[in-house]
């Protein structure tokens, strides 16, 4: 097994607050993790840290051998890395393939002076990421929905759509936080098969997810989280069995 991501001793405050304690976990090439825990055990915080939208306290984040910048998004893409958020962050106003295409222009090698000058090279750039993004509109099942203004898609679609302007980046490792948060029985049984597709293509997939069923169903390991501190890991069926894990879930004030 090749290791794709490794945490060392990740550290993340917010004051007084210990969001992350020393969490070290590995992430292994094709396969699907889950992250879970309780709320506020500190899950949308290590996507965070990861993804560069906050600066790292103590630690590193190692991506197939090399270490992540902490604090640049921009950087952290370019290492493979791509995301979804817990509440959907798509541009409402511009259309499903105007979303997708947004993502790739992180990837894009004509740059903002070619786009301006809008070169001959500019405009093939800009055709073939049309045509990619319609490629990666369709693998993720809403291409009938290109034109569509992202406000006006079904929540399910919405959250396809977010999974294919972050596609689009083509990243090695797919982080996603919670896509099946609101979702019925019939949008996160298409969600789980289209997760199966990215990984049977070769994708890493991390995954936040409250879903019980679905982590059981679809991760290969799982890593625990409580106040801030990684309690367990291995697969669904050893954590599940796992006394902290019981624990964390079923004792004192948190219900969940
Ligand atoms: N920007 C922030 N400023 C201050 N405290 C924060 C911030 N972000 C998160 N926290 C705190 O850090 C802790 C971990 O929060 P986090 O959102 O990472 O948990 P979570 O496991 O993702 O929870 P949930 O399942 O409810 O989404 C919580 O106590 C939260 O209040």
Redesign the pocket.
Known sequence: MITLLESRAVNKR?GG?K?LTDVSLTIRKGEVYGLI?P???????FFNVLTGAYAIDGGEFVMNGAELPSAKPHLVVQHGIARTF?NIRLFRELTALENVMAGHHIRSSAGVWGILTQSRAAREEERLMQERALEILDYVGIVRHADTVARNLSYGDQRRLEIARALATEPQLLALDEPAAGMNATETAGLRTLVETIRGDGITVLLIEHDVKLIMGLCDRVAV?DFGKKIAEGTPAEVQRCPDVIKAYLGGHRAH
Do not use: E, I, R, S
Not at 39 to 45: L, S, V, Y
């Open positions: 917010f607050l969001a825990g709320n506020g055990a500190g899950k949308t915080t817990q989280l």
